[in-house]
């Protein structure tokens, strides 16, 4: 995987060559920066926002497409973009220039400070209205987004060999079952818009609210199991209700969510080499949440 190194200058840079009307702007890091992407401020209004290796890349054209056609959709906030870079002799892929959108990435957030049960019913109204856009030419699920939306059988030498790894540290057994249950069943209906990577991650909070979804490079057409896994990840056990009572959807779509929660939650665990961290424990505690419901 082809990586590089990506600075406030090398973005100056760029912004100097492509976009000069807004070269006079600073240039700053995002304090808290994602993993498949590098993010800076552009003055106080706009976002600069650069995959960080080739494994990204593909990602850039498709949200410049589609995201301006989801929008008018969707109630809550989404990228909006206002410029595409290209390929340069320091950087060799494609890259965005956003609006910047306020908020708090909720990850950041103390969960006791939030309403739950009005986030969970957000989240769900955001996926409901993902799965009424019109599909017609929307890239399908695949490569560029990691399979999300596909068959879980993609992930099933993967999930065996983590499962290996992390075999004195959780009950394999049961995860091994809650994995086979979600092979067994399948997406039998039209493929639905599927954000692709719904974590805390990307959901930015405001007021105590969701203000935004962000990060749709993930997006594709598929079975949208993969954007339930907050159920498990996130929620407690009356937002969790709350967020599933909200949503139409199956219960075999329901038990493909399960299995795309504890392929993630133990590639998560393989990851981490200190056993006596909070986020080792926070991740063997959201297994046990996936095990136990």
């Not at 560029?144 to 099933?156: I, K, M």
């Not at 249950?181 to 405001?206: C, T």
């Amino acid at each position: 995987m082809e990586s590089m190194e990506i600075t406030p200058l090398l973005v100056k840079r760029l912004i100097e060559l492509q976009f000069p009307e807004y070269s006079r702007l600073e240039v700053n890091s995002v304090s808290t920066q994602g993993h498949d992407n590098r993010m800076f401020r552009l003055g106080n209004d706009l976002l600069v926002r650069l995959p960080s290796s080739s494994a990204y890349a593909s990602k850039v054209q498709i949200e410049q497409e589609w995201l301006p056609k989801l929008s008018s959709h969707i109630s809550l906030d989404i990228p909006e973009p206002i410029g595409l870079g290209t390929p340069a002799s320091e950087y060799p892929w494609h890259w965005s220039v956003y609006r910047w959108i306020e908020g708090e990435s909720l990850n950041l957030v103390v969960k006791e400070s939030l309403d739950l049960n009005k986030i969970a019913k957000q989240l769900a109204n955001f996926i409901n209205e993902l799965h009424l856009i019109d599909i017609d030419k929307a890239p399908e699920a695949g490569k560029h987004n990691f399979y999300r939306g596909c068959p879980l059988d993609v992930y099933n030498d993967n999930h065996k060999e983590n499962l290996n790894k992390i075999q004195n540290q959780i009950n394999t057994k049961k995860a091994l079952d809650i994995w086979q249950e979600s092979l067994d069943s399948k997406w039998h209906k039209d493929p639905v818009w599927i954000h692709g990577d719904l974590a805390v991650g990307n959901i930015l909070i405001k007021n105590k609210k969701i203000n935004a979804i962000i990060d749709f490079g993930g997006m594709a057409i598929g079975d949208p199991a993969c954007d339930l896994v907050l159920y498990w990840n996130f929620f407690n056990e009356e937002s969790r209700s709350i967020f599933k009572s909200n949503l139409n959807l199956d219960q075999e779509t329901w038990s493909r969510a399960r299995g795309w929660a504890i392929w993630k939650a133990c590639y998560e665990l393989t990851q981490i080499t200190d056993k006596k961290s909070q986020n080792y424990l926070n991740w063997l505690n959201i297994i046990n949440n996936i095990q136990s419901n």
